[in-house]
């Protein structure tokens, strides 16, 4: 703060057309356009793996769970011999 002017030193400017900005803004109320810096290219495909990673795993154990559901349902055929291929 200047003591004098009782105003901020800095002024936050918009880098594409140079408009004063407020401290939160998201977009710049002059040209519109975002004032938020996007995640690096790094970030990124770390986010795009985890989200492969945590969908492969789900598939991973939708297909356990359906092998046990056919297993446990052979399993019956063949205790109570309903017929079928364990007869």
């Known amino acids: 703060m200047d003591n004098t002017t009782k105003q901020a030193a800095t002024v936050l400017r918009c880098w594409s057309c140079n408009?004063?900005?407020?401290?939160?803004?998201?977009f710049c109320r002059h040209c519109g356009i975002g004032l938020k810096s996007k995640p690096s290219l790094g970030e990124s495909v770390h986010d795009r793996l985890a989200v492969i990673e945590k969908r492969s795993r789900h598939i991973l154990i939708g297909i356990g769970v359906l092998l046990l559901l056919i297993g446990w349902i052979?399993?019956?055929?063949?205790?109570?011999?309903?017929?079928?291929?364990?007869?």
């Open 19 to 26: 408009g004063e900005i407020a401290p939160g803004d998201d």
């Open 74 to 87: 052979l399993l019956q055929l063949y205790h109570f011999g309903k017929g079928g291929i364990l007869g």
